[in-house]
């Protein structure tokens, strides 16, 4: 179990044996993995059967790709949500769903309606539900209050740098 999870973190179809009298196989994914905290052991693990001719709602990760162009003029990239919820056969279940954000201008966002959703794949997610935005990031420096008729300075530290800068 542990190799398999080290592979994939999420949506792992796994072959149960079940031994006993009657042995049988099952097609199981994990729906909850326990981990020691500590140790980093598992130590339970829920499984659910599958059932490749029925649907399955899951979420999927969502795989931000690209350096939106808003980055590169000082905005901040802001992941808005990390999986989407979808419906699909097992056999159409994507690993995760690319978000390509390399054309995020700053106050550009991308919503789920944007996504390039493979075939077969129903999202269940409203479309208008933002995953990522680039933001404008604003810097300010803290000013010192000034006694009457004397300008306001900035804070000691930056006062210090600028001292050293002209000396």
């Not at 905290?37 to 790709?65: G, N, Q």
């Not at 690319?98 to 390039?116: C, M």
């Not at 209050?145 to 001292?163: D, I, L, S």
Request: hydrophobic share 40%; aromatic share 4%.
């Amino acid at each position: 179990l542990t190799k398999i999870i080290k592979t994939r973190k999420e949506n792992i179809f796994i072959k149960l044996l079940i031994e006993g009298e009657n042995s049988m196989e099952k097609l199981t994914m994990i729906k909850e993995l326990q981990i020691e905290p500590v140790s980093r052991r598992f130590y339970h693990a829920d499984f659910y059967e599958i059932r490749m001719d029925h649907k399955l709602t899951i979420d999927i990760p969502l795989r931000f790709v690209g350096t939106p162009i808003g980055v590169e003029n000082g905005g901040e990239l802001q992941h808005l949500k990390r999986d989407i919820k979808v419906s699909c056969l097992p056999a159409a279940m994507p690993d995760f769903i690319d978000v390509d954000v390399s054309g995020l201008e700053i106050g550009a966002s991308i919503k789920i309606q944007d996504l390039q959703i493979p075939e077969g794949v129903e999202v269940l997610d409203p479309g208008d539900v933002g995953v990522a935005i680039v933001s404008f990031v604003k810097v300010s420096v803290p000013q010192v209050e000034a006694a009457e008729g004397e300008a306001a300075a900035p804070a000691e530290g930056k006062e210090a740098a600028t001292e050293e800068a002209k000396g």
